[in-house]
């Protein structure tokens, strides 16, 4: 996509909250690889994307600086409905934190730090929507991990599926290429699934778990 292009889109879909813009300057200025937020185009479909599906409860796997949060939180309709979000790196929890404060959807989403094996088996139950946005390597073993806590009928929404090209790149053997290559021939050779992959930025792959 060129880059009067992506303005183009930017401009004929719905505005970034002011929160959010502020939230996407601050990850700029104060935090290493801003580039792994989602930013307002992915921003919007993940919020649409709940919209549409309508889940009770969410997981988020991997924080980071809470934008992608955020927009899944927006898009739930219950008042009940939640968003758990877990994030290895205790440093950015105070950035997190903060960003929260002054969220009009803060009261929606709960964040927990540390490892996503332990916290899960704390909080003992399963999820209609998994968004997995982690370390890359560890896809895989982040899949097998969403599998076993999503819902009958549930989704799960993959980020960086196609990391810059890499995947379809057979001179590129980096452990986080190779981390995502495992996890798409997986999710691609899964009966119990069906999925589909949107080339937009990085790659986002799209499950629906069937039974």
């Known amino acids: ?92 929890e105070d950035f997190i934190r903060h960003h929260l404060k002054h969220s009009p959807v803060a009261h929606r989403i709960t964040l927990h730090i540390g490892d996503a094996v332990d916290i899960l088996a704390r909080l003992d139950c399963t999820f209609d929507m998994i968004y997995i946005d982690a370390n890359k390597r560890d896809y895989l073993a982040y899949y097998d991990l969403a599998m076993a806590h999503l819902a009958p009928g549930g989704y799960i929404i993959a980020d960086n599926t196609l990391w810059d090209g890499k995947v379809a790149d057979p001179a590129c053997h980096d452990a986080q290429t190779m981390g995502i290559r495992r996890f798409n021939d997986r999710v691609a050779a899964d009966p119990r699934v069906e999925c589909v992959i949107l080339p937009m930025r990085d790659g986002l792959t799209l499950i629906h778990r069937l039974d």
């Open 1 to 92: 996509m060129t880059q009067e292009l992506e303005e183009y889109v930017l401009n004929h879909i719905d505005p970034e909250p002011d929160h959010l813009r502020r939230l996407d300057r601050d990850t700029h200025v104060r935090l290493l690889y801003p580039r792994m937020r989602s930013g307002h185009l992915q921003g919007r479909l993940l919020k649409m994307l709940v919209r549409m599906v309508k889940p009770h409860s969410v997981l988020e796997l991997g924080t980071y600086s809470g934008y992608a949060t955020q927009c899944l939180a927006e898009g739930l309709t219950d008042d009940s409905a939640h968003v758990h979000t877990i994030e290895i790196d205790d440093e950015l």
